[in-house]
């Protein structure tokens, strides 16, 4: 069956520092992956998505993921985090029938 | 353009209620889509439209809730009767299509729902 997982349930990092935030699939096919953002009482934003082609996606606000095939792995960096990153980050996976799988997310906290 | 627009975006009604939640897509956009948002499940998907017409509805929970595309630019979802599980935020999405480059889901604010 189709998942994602998210491992970590809260990350918090320094404003300045590097970011990664782990995800993983399980998927029998080639799939497209999608990192979304949440602030606090808004809708979902698309950071990057990835279809095929290079495995190294540039998204917006300075994200980017790379997929990584052989560990079913789409990682998202930002290598400077700023304050205004804080919020909750969903990673996902669309099946052949159209629908998002959503992983259960990751709740970044940034530190001054 | 102004985005997928939900209303309203809070609602708290008493249990036994009917809830309707309103969505308009973006103009354009061929698919629709209803997520639920609690806490316990996360993110799921509830139905989808193609072209006004509900493509996938099993994620509708029970026969409480349905969902109306009447026209390509507005969608509702309703809860008849409301019970307190029933509280979450509700999203609605749109795509232009879901292939390729065109099956970026754009998501409202969401409506957050209370049933007390």
């Not at chain 1, 304050?83 to 997310?105: H, P, V």
């Not at chain 2, 973006?26 to 499940?41: E, K, N, P, V």
């Not at chain 2, 809860?79 to 099956?103: H, K, M, N």
Request: overall charge neutral; some cysteine; aromatic content about 12%.
């Amino acid at each position: 069956a189709q998942s994602v997982t998210q491992p970590d349930i809260h990350i918090t990092v320094s404003e300045g520092a590097s970011l990664e935030l782990r995800c993983n699939y399980s998927y029998g096919a080639t799939p497209y992956l999608f990192w979304y953002v949440q602030s606090p009482g808004q809708g979902l934003q698309l950071l990057l998505k990835y279809f095929s082609g290079d495995t190294l996606v540039q998204g917006i606000k300075g994200f980017e993921a790379e997929f990584k095939r052989s560990q079913s792995s789409f990682n998202l960096r930002k290598p400077s985090v700023h304050w205004s990153d804080a919020a909750e980050y969903f990673c996902a996976l669309k099946d052949s029938s159209y629908k998002l799988i959503f992983g259960s997310g990751t709740r970044l906290l940034v530190r001054p | 353009d102004a985005g997928v627009i939900q209303s309203p975006r809070h609602e708290v009604t008493e249990m036994g209620q009917e809830v309707t939640l309103r969505c308009k897509p973006i103009s354009g956009h061929d698919y629709l889509f209803w997520y639920r948002q609690t806490m316990m499940r996360g993110l799921e998907l509830l139905i989808y439209f193609n072209n006004n017409v509900p493509i996938d509805d099993s994620g509708m929970p029970e026969d409480r809730f349905s969902a109306k595309m009447p026209n390509a630019s507005f969608s509702t979802l309703k809860i008849q009767p409301s019970e307190p599980r029933d509280s979450a935020v509700y999203f609605c999405a749109s795509s232009l299509g879901t292939s390729g480059r065109s099956d970026t889901q754009y998501f409202g604010p969401g409506t957050r729902l209370t049933v007390l």
